[in-house]
């Protein structure tokens, strides 16, 4: 099972392979807003879902989809730990 860090080095990969072209992601914290700082739109965070949903084997929600669960690195790797209930 992957560890919280282990989570976030990999959302972070998808971030910046699919978003921000393999440059840029040093600038952007784990607890930085995606959408503040305009790394994606609404078909982007589709995206992350679609990715999320293929890579951890779990359901995102339509009421999971809020920025507490999907807005920043962190708040996505939290969500995939509760979701996976570990």
Do not use: C, Q, W
């Not at 560890?3 to 930085?32: C, E, Y």
């Not at 700082?37 to 951890?56: N, P, Q, W």
Request: charged fraction near 30%.
């Amino acid at each position: 099972m992957n560890t919280h860090t282990d989570l976030r080095a990999d959302i972070r990969k998808f971030i910046d392979d699919n978003f921000l072209m393999g440059g840029g992601s040093a600038a952007l914290a784990d607890g930085d807003s995606f959408l503040d700082h305009h790394v994606m739109d609404s078909t982007g965070f589709l995206e992350l879902i679609e990715f999320l949903e293929a890579t951890y084997a779990i359901a995102v929600d339509d009421a999971d989809m809020v920025p507490e669960n999907l807005d920043s690195i962190d708040n996505v790797a939290e969500f995939i730990r509760r979701k996976r209930g570990s």
